[in-house]
């Protein structure tokens, strides 16, 4: 069965270190997004990327983050300048190009910064 | 995104059905009613969806009232697999450009042996 792979597992990372989350979702996939769950809290929505553009962005995802599809095959997750509240784990999900049908998450990125 | 009443929390035995029960009081006419759940230390994952008829698929089958305004998950025969976090959102899949997600807190499934 096809599935979204996240890289690494876990990332710990120095406060203002630049983190990069990847993501290869599944291949015949056009809608990417990143999540990211807080420990013991919801699963927040980040943003949505839609034919090489981002089309949609919740509030947290503000200046200091950027996303990116370099390769037609990976789909990236950009911190600048980590703080110790973007501690949390980050979720990159697909679904296909219609409408009506769900979406893929992959296993996550633990991301812990110290 | 309209929004939903789920139970914190459930309990089941082993191999007996669960009916996880959602209120959605305010759903839209395109208001699409979706089913994830998340096993501990896992991303989501699609259980099921449906728009006005009752569904089913090989995890479960989703039954949503005649007026729209409640739905219930119906897991047949629980397993200890089955224990996770269960949640229903509602996403407008007609008019949306995005397709993105509102999750709640979700009810926390706990399936005895």
């Known amino acids: 069965e ?13 406060m203002g270190q630049e983190v990069i989350l990847r993501c ?3 291949s ?3 809608y990417f997004y990143w999540y990211r769950q807080i420990l013991g809290q919801k699963v927040e929505f980040l943003v949505s990327f839609y034919n090489n553009e981002i089309s949609e962005k919740s509030e947290i995802f503000d200046d200091q983050f950027s996303v990116e599809r370099p390769d037609g095959s990976n789909f990236t ?23 009506n049908t769900e979406a893929f998450f ?3 990125t633990r ?3 110290v | 995104d ?3 009443t789920q139970p914190n929390s459930m309990e089941s035995n082993e191999e007996e059905p669960v009916h996880l029960p959602c209120n959605h009081s305010t759903i839209s006419g395109t208001d699409y009613i979706h089913w994830y759940r998340q096993l501990p230390s896992q991303g989501p994952e699609y259980v099921i969806h449906g728009l006005t008829s009752n569904v089913n698929n090989r995890m479960a089958s989703l039954a949503i009232a005649e007026d729209r305004k409640s739905s219930t998950l119906i897991l047949h025969r629980a397993t200890l697999r089955d224990a996770a976090v269960y949640y229903c959102i509602l996403r407008d899949d007609r008019t949306s450009g995005t397709y993105k997600y509102i999750f709640g807190t979700g009810t926390r499934l706990k399936v005895l042996a």
């Open chain 2, 2 to 4: 309209a929004k939903t």
């Open chain 1, 77 to 99: 997750l950009k911190i600048r300048s980590t703080k110790l509240e973007d501690s949390a784990m980050y979720f990159c999900a697909s679904s296909e190009s219609e409408p």
């Open chain 1, 111 to 113: 991301l812990t910064v």
């Open chain 1, 106 to 108: 992959g296993q996550g």
């Open chain 1, 28 to 30: 015949n996939h056009l």
């Open chain 1, 24 to 26: 290869v979702p599944i």
């Open chain 1, 2 to 14: 096809p599935e979204v792979t996240q890289t690494p597992s876990h990332q710990v990372t120095q």
